[in-house]
């Protein structure tokens, strides 16, 4: 990454979406200091440099280094911007501090209820702020256009892939998902211009999506990662980035709210496609809807009672 800070007005307002973005590419002592202020903004924004730099247990030096990779020309510009985020916290309602863990044994269940409800509502409004428009725009027209999508992701990953094929086949395009390996390698090997493939990893650094996504893009096809960091090796591989927003805790790494957020996306792109060609997808539902609604109704006919 460039030494150059990005000219960048809006770098304030999401300042703590692009700080978890970068977590899993930067050096221990930097991600130190991610994590404190991350914690807690608000209290991270009264600390001078020399303060948050003991806090973290490193150098004013790096503290200076990881304003930068932020995007900031320094740490007073960082410390301005996380002021402004905190504030916009307490407007929505939020407290600075993380909610307990869902898996803190001294929380009770309410807390527990409380906290993934947290992380989840602020995963989709965090995606649907700083999602891309124009990124998503070029993943709809690509997909629209493809004669063929295929959808790379493992395990949590996986269950979203599966999610946007069925989509895609529900309104008559041609997708498919793959959440094993060898299958992946095999679909991507057989790849082209023509073709879309999208992989799917909240973190980026999943191998077995990686390298599938690689394969696709050397072979020619239009790469799309959905990824929380812009940074990764899966965001390297792809021509079109979207990008999600979401707050994991230590013990649900991947779980719900990066899928919560996964979701969004591949509903964003479902109904982008589907409104590309309104009267087809319209035709197609209501078809594939009368289909399955029939078969039910033949295997569990209703009986009219003999009863008054």
Known sequence: MSDQPPHNAALGADVLVRLRSLLSSLQ??????????????DAAAQLSITDLASGASTSVATVTRFSRRAGFAGYPQLRLALAGAAARERVLGASMHQPPTDLDENATLADVVAS????EVRALQDTAEHVDLDALQRAIDAV???????????????????DLQQKLHRIGRNAYAWNEFHSSMTAAALMGTGRV??????????????????LAHD????????????????????????TTAARETAFRSGASA?????????????VGVARSSLEESTEALARTYEALAGRRSARHPVRRSTRG
């Open 28 to 41: 221990p002592a930097e991600r130190r200091v991610a994590e404190l202020v991350i914690k807690d903004p």
């Open 144 to 162: 629209d256009q493809s004669e063929r999508t295929d959808i790379f992701g493992i395990g949590a990953s996986g269950s979203v892939g599966l």
């Open 258 to 270: 990066s899928r919560t957020a996964q979701l969004a996306i591949v509903d964003f792109l479902f």
């Open 197 to 214: 493939a999208i992989g799917i990893s909240h973190t980026g650094q999943t191998i077995d999506t990686v390298e599938p996504l690689a």
């Open 116 to 119: 993934i409800t947290h992380h």
């Open 219 to 242: 072979l020619g096809a239009i790469t799309i990662a959905v990824t929380g960091d812009t940074h990764s090796p899966l965001a390297r591989q792809a021509d079109i980035v979207l």
